[in-house]
């Protein structure tokens, strides 16, 4: 009497390398991805010939309506107080004077008239922004 060995099954492929492999990935996108809040505005820069690019901490939003944004406040006294406190955050127990004052960066609308913005750089600098970088995109 002969007694055969049952047949066996193949042993399970393992999914611990493709959980690895997921993990890595999770991983990666998540140190290379830029996470920004949203724009409290949509705003469409003006076009000009210039291509230098504006870089701060500080971002205010103009809407075509004249409305002002910065961050999550809305209304000009608001903003204009939020953006004071945000400029003495960012220059702490010392104080900002001259080249140390941050600049601020305008995202104001293209449709938004010159006389709006020219109104509004006064009170900027009456909080302290003496450099105030608009931002455009090129033609």
């Known amino acids: 009497m002969s007694f055969a060995d049952p047949p066996r099954k193949p042993p399970a492929e393992s999914i611990v390398p493709m959980i690895n492999v997921v993990f890595l990935l999770l991983i990666f996108f998540l140190m290379t991805a ?34 002002l944004a910065y961050r999550e406040t809305e209304g000009e006294q608001a903003v204009l107080q939020a953006l004071e406190l945000a400029r003495i955050d960012l220059c702490g127990d010392g104080g900002c004077e001259g080249t140390e004052v941050p600049p601020l960066i305008l995202r104001a609308d293209g449709k938004t008239p010159a006389a709006g913005i020219a109104r509004l750089l006064p009170q900027l600098a009456a909080i302290g922004f003496s450099d105030v970088q608009l931002v455009t995109v090129p033609k």
């Not at 809040?37 to 901490?57: C, G, H, K, L």
């Open 34 to 67: 830029q996470i920004a809040p949203p724009e409290p505005i949509a705003v469409e820069p003006p076009e000009a010939s210039s291509e230098q690019t504006a870089e701060a901490e500080l971002t205010l939003y103009l809407g075509p309506d004249g409305t």
